[in-house]
C-alpha cells in the first residue's frame, strides 16, 4: 500500500457496520461499498463513498476489505462463493469484524494464503451506541504487522484495540468477553430476586449499585441501551453468541459448564430485567 490513506472495502451496513463505515469515510479514507439491496446503501447519505456492482469489483478497488456480516456462513460465502478472495490483490487485507468460531478464523487465514491475502479477525464489542460514538474496542487476532497496517482504520471509530494473539484470537476474546456479560447478568437476576423477596425499592437499589463499587457494564445498560422494546432481540443474539462459545471450547471438557450454564442464563433472563429495572 503506497497511500497514506489506503481504498477500504466495505461489505456490511447493519447496526453496527454502518456508523463504522460512516466512520471509516468521514476519516478521509476511499471507502467502497457491496449490498445485496439497493437500498441498504441509504445509511451512507452524506458520506463520500463509491458503490460496487460485485464483491468481485470491491475486491479489486479495494487495500483493506472489512466484512461486518451476521455469522461465519455469510463471510464464508462472500469470501469464497462471491469471489472475494480471488479479486483481491496480493498483500491485501481482509477483516473479518463478526462474531465466529475461533477455527474459523483460522481457516479463512489459510484460504486467504494462496492469494498472498492477509487474515485479521476482528469482533467489536460495544453495540450499536458504542459504533454511533465511534468508541467500540476492536479485539484482534492475527500478524502483529497487519495489525498495525490497519489500526488507523480501526481507530476512526475504536477507542481500544487489543492484539490478543494470532488467527482467532480476537474471536475467542470476544466470546469470553460476552461470557462474562451474559454472567453479570445472571448475578444480577439473582440479586435482584433476593432484594425484592427483602422488600427494597428495586429501582433505588439499582440507582445506588450503579453508582457505587458492585456496578458492571451489565447493570449500566439496563434500562439504558437495553430496554423493553429489544431486551427480546438482544436476548436472541446472546444466545447466539452462546452456542458458538459452547462450540469454540467443547474441548475443554464439562468442567468449564458452570460457566457457560451461567451466561446462557443470563441471556435467557435479560428480558425479565429490563422488565424490573423499568418497572
Given at each position: 500500500?503506497?497511500?497514506?490513506?489506503?481504498?477500504?472495502?466495505?461489505?456490511?451496513?447493519?447496526?453496527?457496520?454502518?456508523?463504522?463505515?460512516?466512520?471509516?469515510?468521514?476519516?478521509?479514507?476511499?471507502?467502497?461499498?457491496?449490498?445485496?439491496?439497493?437500498?441498504?446503501?441509504?445509511?451512507?447519505?452524506?458520506?463520500?463513498?463509491?458503490?460496487?456492482?460485485?464483491?468481485?469489483?470491491?475486491?479489486?478497488?479495494?487495500?483493506?476489505?472489512g466484512l461486518c456480516l451476521n455469522d461465519d456462513p455469510d463471510v464464508r460465502e462472500v469470501v469464497t462463493n462471491?469471489?472475494?478472495?480471488?479479486?483481491?490483490?496480493?498483500?491485501?487485507?481482509?477483516?473479518?469484524?463478526?462474531?465466529?468460531l475461533p477455527a474459523f478464523a483460522a481457516e479463512l487465514a489459510r484460504l486467504a494464503v494462496p492469494h498472498q491475502?492477509?487474515?485479521?479477525?476482528?469482533?467489536?464489542?460495544?453495540?450499536?451506541?458504542?459504533?454511533?460514538?465511534?468508541?467500540?474496542?476492536?479485539?484482534?487476532?492475527?500478524?502483529?504487522?497487519?495489525?498495525?497496517?490497519?489500526?488507523?482504520?480501526?481507530?476512526?471509530?475504536?477507542?481500544?484495540?487489543?492484539?490478543?494473539?494470532?488467527?482467532?484470537?480476537?474471536?475467542?476474546?470476544?466470546?469470553?468477553?460476552?461470557?462474562?456479560?451474559?454472567?453479570?447478568?445472571?448475578?444480577?437476576?439473582?440479586?435482584?430476586?433476593?432484594?425484592?423477596?427483602?422488600?427494597?425499592?428495586?429501582?433505588?437499589?439499582?440507582?445506588?449499585?450503579?453508582?457505587?463499587?458492585?456496578?458492571?457494564?451489565?447493570?449500566?445498560s439496563l434500562g439504558c441501551t437495553i430496554t423493553t422494546d429489544n431486551a427480546e432481540h438482544l436476548s436472541r443474539?446472546?444466545?447466539?453468541?452462546?452456542?458458538?462459545?459452547?462450540?469454540?471450547?467443547?474441548?475443554?471438557?464439562?468442567?468449564?459448564?458452570?460457566?457457560?450454564?451461567?451466561?446462557?442464563?443470563?441471556?435467557?433472563?435479560?428480558?425479565?430485567?429490563?422488565?424490573?429495572?423499568?418497572?
Amino acid at each position: 500500500m503506497t497511500s497514506m490513506h489506503p481504498r477500504i472495502g466495505w461489505i456490511g451496513l447493519g447496526d453496527q457496520g454502518a456508523p463504522m463505515a460512516r466512520a471509516i469515510a468521514e476519516a478521509g479514507f476511499p471507502l467502497h461499498v457491496w449490498a445485496r439491496h439497493k437500498a441498504s446503501l441509504d445509511v451512507l447519505d452524506g458520506f463520500t463513498y463509491e458503490a460496487c456492482s460485485t464483491v468481485a469489483d470491491l475486491g479489486t478497488d479495494s487495500d483493506i476489505v472489512g466484512l461486518c456480516l451476521n455469522d461465519d456462513p455469510d463471510v464464508r460465502e462472500v469470501v469464497t462463493n462471491g469471489g472475494l478472495l480471488e479479486s483481491l490483490k496480493p498483500g491485501a487485507v481482509l477483516v473479518n469484524f463478526g462474531t465466529g468460531l475461533p477455527a474459523f478464523a483460522a481457516e479463512l487465514a489459510r484460504l486467504a494464503v494462496p492469494h498472498q491475502v492477509r487474515v485479521l479477525d476482528a469482533p467489536v464489542s460495544g453495540g450499536h451506541a458504542g459504533a454511533v460514538e465511534k468508541r467500540l474496542t476492536v479485539l484482534v487476532g492475527g500478524d502483529p504487522d497487519v495489525v498495525a497496517t490497519v489500526r488507523p482504520v480501526f481507530e476512526t471509530f475504536a477507542t481500544t484495540v487489543a492484539h490478543l494473539g494470532g488467527h482467532g484470537a480476537g474471536q475467542t476474546g470476544k466470546l469470553l468477553n460476552n461470557t462474562l456479560l451474559m454472567a453479570n447478568q445472571q448475578n444480577i437476576a439473582e440479586l435482584l430476586d433476593v432484594a425484592g423477596r427483602l422488600g427494597l425499592d428495586l429501582s433505588a437499589l439499582v440507582n445506588v449499585i450503579r453508582a457505587g463499587t458492585g456496578s458492571s457494564v451489565a447493570l449500566q445498560s439496563l434500562g439504558c441501551t437495553i430496554t423493553t422494546d429489544n431486551a427480546e432481540h438482544l436476548s436472541r443474539l446472546q444466545l447466539i453468541d452462546m452456542d458458538i462459545y459452547r462450540k469454540a471450547v467443547a474441548l475443554l471438557g464439562d468442567e468449564i459448564d458452570p460457566l457457560t450454564d451461567r451466561a446462557v442464563a443470563g441471556a435467557e433472563a435479560l428480558p425479565r430485567l429490563a422488565r424490573l429495572v423499568t418497572s
